[in-house]
């Protein structure tokens, strides 16, 4: 289950100004938020110089021992050891930030917390004796205390120089908690579902990647998690009424952010038995 974004990130600026001790970390994940990782501090130099990063295996194998001012994680977790683990890293990091939708709400991964997992490692491994492996996939916030989730599959390189700067200054970061829908009426995109009768997230899914999909004529796949105010039930029974089919719906919202909790309420409700009583809240 995601969290809100809080206040303020949980880090003060340090009396005596010093380079902040940065750790990333990588759990179940396909490394695409390291990556931007890199992408970031290759296009900002001058963020090296008020940071260290002491423990990033995806860039170096020169790793300083812990505490840490910042611990970054990407990935989910799915194994036992994961679970260990993380507690661990929480020890070692004074603030612990989450980044991309595994390590927020569990990831496309996290389908796998629907079905059986006994099957699907049958179905997959030659000798399904030697995986071991948790029945689900999940956030970060469900094991330890996160000081601040950064969203997104992957994380927007801006967002991510933004967080980066915070820190250093200690001071509340400007991540935006507005609506995909925000950031198509500022790029003067035309909104796919009204013009185009296109299902798209964007009026639930949060602010982050400027609008790609429907920039290109796509509805929105919620890679960037709900937003605060996110209303599924209303907007889906909007769509139903046009005549989308309910499957349809069910797999646009069982996706990259299938285990965050409006989402998957949503997902549950849309294949249950249909009721009556059914209405928007």
């Known amino acids: 289950m995601t969290n809100p974004l809080p206040a303020e ?22 490394d695409g938020c390291q990556l931007q990782f890199l992408a970031a501090i290759g ?5 090296l110089a008020k940071v260290d990063f002491v423990h990033f295996l995806e860039a170096s194998r020169a790793v300083e021992p812990g505490p840490y001012d910042v611990g970054f994680v990407e990935g989910s977790v799915t194994t036992a050891h994961d679970a260990e683990r993380i507690r661990e890293i929480r020890r070692e990091c004074r603030t612990l930030v989450t980044i991309g939708a595994c390590a927020t709400a569990g990831g496309i991964q996290a389908l796998r917390n629907w079905g059986k997992i006994e099957e699907f490692v049958a179905a997959v491994y030659a000798t399904p004796a030697f995986i071991d492996t948790l029945a689900t996939s999940t956030a970060i916030a469900e094991h330890v205390p996160v000081d601040f989730e950064l969203r ?87 769509y139903e009424a046009a005549g989308v089919p309910r ?7 069982h996706g990259i952010n299938a285990w965050a909790a409006p989402f998957r309420a949503e997902a549950d409700r849309l294949v249950a038995p249909r009721g009556d009583e059914e209405a928007a809240p």
Do not use: W
């Open 152 to 238: 997104g599959c992957p994380i927007d390189t801006g967002q991510l120089v933004e967080i980066l700067t915070a820190l250093v200054v200690g001071r509340k970061p400007r991540v935006p908690s507005t609506s995909v829908c925000a950031e198509c009426k500022a790029e003067g995109t035309v909104c796919v579902a009204v013009a185009r009768g296109i299902p798209c997230l964007g009026p639930v899914t949060q602010a982050g990647c400027r609008a790609i999909c429907p920039a290109h004529g796509r509805g929105c796949f919620g890679c960037f998690g709900p937003s605060d105010t996110a209303n599924l039930v209303s907007l889906n029974l909007h």
């Open 43 to 47: 296009k900002h130099p001058e963020l």
């Open 9 to 30: 990130i949980a880090v003060a600026a340090p009396a005596v100004p010093r380079r902040l001790r940065v750790a990333v970390y990588k759990f179940s994940s396909c």
């Open 247 to 253: 499957d349809d719906l069910h797999r646009l919202v």
